[in-house]
C-alpha cells in the first residue's frame, strides 16, 4: 500500500498513452527493450506535469502471433523503468489477435496513477505575462513524430550521418528519457507556475494547454541546440520549419514556467543536477 501520510488530501492522477509508430522502428530492427522503457517514461512524464507522483502503471501488448523473447524484452524494459521511476508494474494484459495484426507487428499501451496532494497541483492557473520558458533538454524524438522519421529514413536505418553516436535507426530508439528526478524538488515551489511534457504537437502546442486565457508565448527557437538529428530529419525530408515545430520537440523535452524572479534560482538548481536547462522565451499578454 502507498503511505499517504504526507498528504493532506491526496488526488489520484491518471494518464494512458502509447508509443506510436516507434514499434515499427523497433520490429525492423528487432530491438525491443527501449520502447518498453519508452512507454513507462512517457506516462511519468504525463502526470507529473501536474505535480504527481507515480504509484502504479498497467500495460497492454497486443500482437498477431505472440513471440516470448520480444515480449520478455519489452516487459524488461517497463520493469526497468518502473524501479527508475518508483512506482510498480502491477500488471497487464497480452492479446493475439492474428486477423488484425501481421505475425511481427504489435502494439503497446500504458496506463499509470499518480498521487498528488490537491494543495499542491501544477495546473498553470498562476501563471503571468512576465513568467520565463525554462526548457529541459531531450535525448532526441522521444515517442513522437516517428510516421514521418520513418518515411524519411525509409530503407535507411542502418545508415549514419555526422553527428549522430550510432546508426539512424539507434538514434530513433534512444529511451524517452523521464524527467521525473529533475521536477520532483520543485514540487509545491512557487517558483514553478506550470509544466508541459512536449509530445505530439510540439512546444508552443503543448505548452499553450497549460496558458490562462489572455496570454501568450514568445519562443526563441534559436536559444538552445538541436540534437543532430532534427536537421538530419529537416535536411533529408525537405521538412518545412512549421512542420518540424508541429512534429517534433526539437530538443526540449519539458518546459517549466517559472516566476521571473526565480530564474536564476531554479536554473541553478538544475544546473547542479547536471541537467541541460536552457531560458527559451517567455509568457505575454496575447
Known amino acids: 500500500m ?3 501520510s504526507e498528504y493532506e488530501k491526496p488526488v489520484l492522477v491518471s494518464s494512458i498513452d502509447g508509443v506510436g509508430t516507434k514499434l515499427k522502428i523497433a520490429v525492423e530492427l528487432g530491438v525491443y527493450h527501449t520502447v518498453g522503457s519508452c512507454l513507462v517514461n512517457h506516462c511519468v512524464n504525463d502526470i507529473l506535469v501536474c505535480g504527481a507522483r507515480p504509484l502504479f502503471f498497467l500495460d497492454y501488448y497486443a500482437c498477431g502471433k505472440l513471440t516470448p523473447a520480444h515480449a520478455a524484452e519489452v516487459v ?18 497480452t492479446a493475439e489477435m492474428p486477423g488484425l495484426y501481421q505475425a511481427d507487428d504489435f502494439d503497446l499501451a500504458g496506463c499509470i496513477v499518480g498521487a498528488v496532494d490537491h494543495g499542491r497541483i501544477v495546473n498553470g ?13 531531450s535525448n532526441g524524438l522521444h515517442t513522437n513524430g516517428y510516421s514521418l522519421a520513418r518515411k524519411v529514413f525509409e530503407g535507411r536505418m542502418e545508415r549514419t550521418f555526422p553527428g549522430l553516436e550510432g546508426t539512424v535507426g539507434e ?16 514540487f509545491g515551489s512557487p517558483d514553478v507556475r506550470g509544466l508541459a511534457h512536449i509530445t505530439g504537437g510540439g512546444l508552443t502546442g503543448n505548452t499553450m494547454r497549460i496558458i490562462p486565457a489572455g496570454l ?22 525537405d521538412v518545412p520549419e512549421e512542420d518540424m515545430q508541429r512534429t517534433f520537440n526539437l530538443g526540449i523535452g519539458l518546459v517549466m514556467v517559472v516566476e521571473k524572479n526565480a530564474v536564476n534560482r531554479v536554473s541553478d538548481s538544475l544546473k547542479s543536477q547536471g541537467e541541460n536547462a536552457y531560458i527559451i522565451g517567455n509568457v505575454c499578454r496575447a
Request: with cysteine; hydrophobic share 40%; net charge negative.
Open 171 to 186: 538514434e530513433l530508439l534512444k529511451i524517452h528519457r523521464s524527467y521525473l528526478r529533475t521536477v520532483e524538488p520543485f
Open 2 to 4: 502507498p503511505d499517504f
Open 76 to 93: 524488461k524494459g517497463m520493469v526497468r523503468a518502473c524501479r527508475e521511476n518508483g512506482c510498480a508494474l502491477i500488471g497487464g494484459e
Open 125 to 137: 492557473s498562476s501563471i503571468q505575462a512576465g513568467d520565463v520558458l525554462l526548457g529541459i533538454g
Open 216 to 237: 501568450k508565448l514568445h519562443v526563441d527557437w534559436s536559444s538552445w541546440p538541436e540534437p543532430p538529428i532534427f536537421d538530419i530529419i529537416r535536411k533529408e525530408g
